[in-house]
């Protein structure tokens, strides 16, 4: 199956930007989605992109897609303490199934 | 997300008890999954369901079962609860070619 990975860990300074990435080996993948989970909750969509799009901004997130490359990045303008969170980047495939990446946990540091 | 509820939120069990997880919905949606979230390990899937007839094994069904009761209702079984199971379990919805909607989760411990 598809293998998505993302770096565990990632700390930043409120007002910084923080810049999430992830990879994933599926070439013919579809839809690309980014997640985020707080303490004691579920996954909450926070945006998403087509594969055949580069790019898409919404306030202060921009998602980066490099097709070539295998991989996505997810950027937060101006980091606050209430973005901390882990964020899991997931990845449809070309057979439509949802595979997810291990998270990444945001720490933004006051 | 409100429209998905998981019940319990908690719970704690001893090995070889049987156990079931519930989740219904008021999204309308037709599709139903069943996820567990390990520190490190993302989330994996369980069983899934596009509809009321349709059950299908995830990457990780052994030592689960599922039942589709209504097209709201998904619950989760665990025949004989073993310590390694002890996790966080989702249930999430969807309609077709769409992003999966999640409930808030079940944090079950097996003593």
């Known amino acids: 199956g598809e293998d998505v990975e993302q770096s565990l860990f990632l700390s930043v300074r409120e007002g910084d930007s923080s810049v999430i990435n992830c990879t994933y080996t599926?070439?013919?993948?579809?839809?690309l989605y980014w997640y985020k989970q707080e303490p004691g909750a579920g996954l909450q969509l926070l945006t998403y992109?087509?594969?055949?799009?580069d790019m898409k901004q919404d306030q202060r997130l921009t998602v980066l897609l490099n097709k070539k490359d295998k991989h996505l990045s997810l950027r937060i303008a101006d980091t606050q303490t209430g973005d901390s969170a882990i964020y899991f980047c997931a990845v449809v495939t070309g057979a439509n199934n949802l595979f997810f990446g291990t998270g990444t946990r945001l720490t933004v540091i006051p | 997300d409100a429209d998905v509820t998981q019940t319990p939120r908690n719970r704690i069990t001893k090995t070889g008890k049987r156990i079931m997880l519930e989740c219904s919905q008021t999204?309308?949606?037709?599709?139903m999954y069943w996820y567990r979230q390990d520190p490190g390990l993302g989330l994996r899937l369980i069983y899934y369901?596009?509809?009321?007839?349709?059950?299908n094994k995830g990457e990780i069904s052994d030592g689960y079962s599922v039942s589709r009761q209504a097209q709201a209702k998904f619950s989760l079984s665990l025949e004989s609860a073993i310590p390694n199971q002890t996790a966080l379990y989702f249930c999430a919805t969807s309609a077709a070619d769409s992003p999966l909607h999640f409930g808030n989760g079940t944090r079950l411990t097996v003593t």
């Open positions: 599926d070439s013919s993948s579809t839809y």
């Open positions: 369901s596009f509809d009321v007839k349709d059950i």
């Open positions: 999204k309308g949606h037709d599709r």
């Open positions: 992109i087509f594969s055949n799009m």
